[in-house]
């Protein structure tokens, strides 16, 4: 019930988180006006300004490299060294027409990219008649060198003839001396190399054609004649060679000179490469500290808006805290108190919102707890008492009736077995023996009825000492012979060499296996085998079990059968009397040693009952035990 003069929790909540809400908004709505504003520049920057870059400083390198490539091919020890370096570079021309491409897809300034373009063709028109100046200077500088080998045989054959005269006493020593001249001209003449070596070899070798010539004109004979014209041969054959070799020499002249203005070229693309980066990279140093004044005036507000948020969220959080959680809180001190037992515990909620209701709903709460604790006391104590009456009944009834029963069992004893003579006719003794029988099972029961009666009361006795189970199955088998032979049921024992004592109640186990085994005869047909076992586990632990090829059990029967009082309404191979305290009072005394009772059994597959002894009731050795009882005997 709600008044409206009264704010209720949800409102408060619902304002509060309205107002978060807000300031949450707001500073959403303020970084992204700063981002959306500030968005085209930052998007020029990365889509333009930073690929042009990276092109530009990928084109410069391709610069630098085929500038670096050049030298190689005017320095090259051979034309197929000088072809692959070319190639090469080509390769590297190419790369950058494409380098040029795609930078002209992002630069808006097309003045830098036809001062490229140019530069480029520039480079490209220089490098191609280098090109052509070191192809012509090889093929010239093959054709020297196959020359000169020639020219080389043809002095050294002449210099040994030239030799041989020399020595012949009837060629004058003059011209045997001109001779050894004009091949010492001839070979330093093919040695020669620069433009000044080259002319003086020419002036020596018109010299040496002039005194040749003299020497033939003031001496005429036929040996002047001929070797003046040979001398001549040869320095004309000389002359060619050395203008050879000054085409060779002039052709690597120009050479150097071309790789010297293609580096001039390529430092003019660099220059206007560095331009070109350079502006970028104002424009995007311009960018980035727009961007940077926007995300600090942007970062400011919203610092200042989150101030206000943690500001107003504290606010709300006491003020909630103060109308919500201390009430929230003290209702929950008070459902604690009422969790723990407490009952005489004061509520007051005295508000009209929800709070105030869930405060009336707990105190109608403990008051109705109060009074189904009264009715649930007042039943507990009349359900005790009738327990205790009905223990007691039971005790008191049990004593009364073994009382009789005991003289009833001592005369019809004394009977059936003629201790004050022969009982004539003989069916009064067998009266006597179905009395005996009759109360004897009679005092079974009465003692079950007496055992559960005390372990209800929690009066029951265990006396424990160290047990030699053998001798717990030997008494039980005792007491079960009889029945079993009438039944012709087989009964095994099997027992380990070095069996342990059980730390146990002698009277108490005897009671187990001789309850175990009766249930076992009972629900087992005849000429069937009944097993008793008992060895140490896998876990060190004591167990024994009755082992029957009975009818069997189903879970639910299972559970009856656990319960006091409770029998299974189920054909048997022979008719049974009993109160239902078999079970019971055998997993009593399981509970009382520590142990655990389970049962194993499926209809028609027979049952197994398994008893468990913690590993600390075990004692030292005891001897093993082993009998049969043969119910068909």
């Known amino acids: 019930m709600k008044n409206q003069n009264t704010i209720s929790v949800r409102f408060r909540l619902v304002l509060g988180l309205s107002i978060l809400a807000a300031l949450t908004v707001c500073a959403t709505v303020i970084a992204a006006i700063t981002f959306l504003s500030h968005r085209d520049k930052l998007d020029l920057v990365v889509n333009t300004e930073v690929p042009t870059l990276l092109l530009a400083a990928e084109l410069a390198h391709a610069g630098e490299a085929i500038a670096s490539g050049v030298a190689p091919v005017a320095t090259a020890q051979s034309y197929p060294e000088a072809e692959n370096v070319t190639g090469e570079i080509l390769d590297k021309f190419a790369r950058m027409d494409r380098l040029i491409i795609d930078l002209s897809r ?125 001398i001549r041969a040869f320095a004309k054959t000389a002359l060619i060679f050395l203008s050879d070799r000054a085409e060779e020499t002039t052709l690597a002249k120009k050479t150097f000179a071309l790789v010297s203005y293609h580096q001039h070229l390529s430092d003019r693309l660099t220059v206007a490469l560095s331009r070109l980066l ?18 600090t005036i942007s970062s400011t507000l919203l610092i200042i808006l989150s101030v206000l948020s943690v500001v107003l969220a504290v606010t709300i959080a006491l003020i909630l805290d103060k109308s919500i959680s201390g009430r929230l809180r003290r209702l929950q001190d008070n459902m604690t108190l009422i969790a723990s037992g407490e009952r005489s515990v004061e509520i007051h909620e005295d508000g009209k919102d929800e709070i105030g209701e869930m405060g009336r709903s707990l105190s109608k709460f403990v008051t109705t ?58 069916r009064y003794g067998d009266y006597a023996n179905d009395i005996h029988e009759s109360g004897q099972h009679l005092l079974d029961l009465i003692n079950d009825v007496l055992d559960m009666a005390k372990m209800e009361a929690g009066k029951t006795e265990v006396r424990e000492t160290a047990v030699n189970f053998s001798l717990v199955i030997q008494e039980s088998l005792r007491i079960v012979s009889q029945l079993a032979r009438e039944t012709h049921i087989r009964i095994e024992t099997e027992i380990p060499h070095n069996l342990p004592a059980l730390w146990a109640d002698n009277r108490m186990l005897v009671q187990m296996c001789t309850n175990l085994t009766e249930n076992a005869i009972d629900y087992s047909p005849p000429g069937s085998q009944i097993t008793i076992s008992a060895r140490i586990n896998g876990l060190g632990q004591f167990a024994f079990s009755v082992t029957d090829q009975g009818m069997g059990m189903s879970p639910s029967e ?42 194993d059994s499926h209809p028609g597959e027979g049952t197994t009952v398994n008893v468990i002894f913690p590993a600390t009731r075990i004692r030292p050795t005891a001897e093993r035990k082993f009998t049969v009882i043969d119910g068909t005997a």
């Open 106 to 230: 992002l630069e808006t300034d097309n003045a830098h990219i036809e001062i490229f373009q140019n530069e480029r063709s520039n480079i490209q028109e220089n490098f191609l008649q280098l090109q052509a100046n070191v192809t012509t200077y090889w093929h010239v500088r093959s054709r020297n060198k196959d020359r000169r080998v020639q020219f080389l045989e043809l002095l050294d054959r002449w210099a040994s003839k030239a030799l041989n005269q020399a020595q012949d006493s009837l060629q004058p020593r003059s011209l045997s001396r001109i001779e050894q001249a004009a091949a010492l001209r001839l070979s330093q003449a093919i040695v020669a190399r620069s433009e000044t070596e080259i002319s003086k070899a020419r002036l020596q070798l018109n010299d040496l054609e002039i005194a040749v010539k003299k020497l033939a004109d003031s001496t005429p004979s036929r040996q002047l004649l001929d070797s003046s014209s040979r």
């Open 369 to 426: 707890l109060n009074h189904q604790e009264r009715s649930l006391r007042r039943a507990k104590n009349e359900a005790v008492m009738a327990n205790r009456a009905k223990s007691l009944f039971l005790a008191n009834v049990s004593h009364e009736l073994r009382t009789p029963l005991n003289a009833i069992l001592g005369f019809s004893e004394i009977i059936r077995t003629g201790a004050l003579g022969k009982v004539q006719p003989t």
């Open 558 to 599: 299972i559970t009856r059968a656990l319960k006091p009082l409770e029998r299974e309404d189920i054909d048997t191979p022979r008719e049974t009397d009993g109160t239902g305290l078999g079970l019971p009072l055998i997993a009593q005394y399981v509970f009382l040693h520590e142990g655990e009772l389970t049962i």
């Open 278 to 295: 350079e502006a970028h990279k104002k424009a995007i140093v311009t960018a980035t500290n727009q961007a940077e004044k926007a995300l």
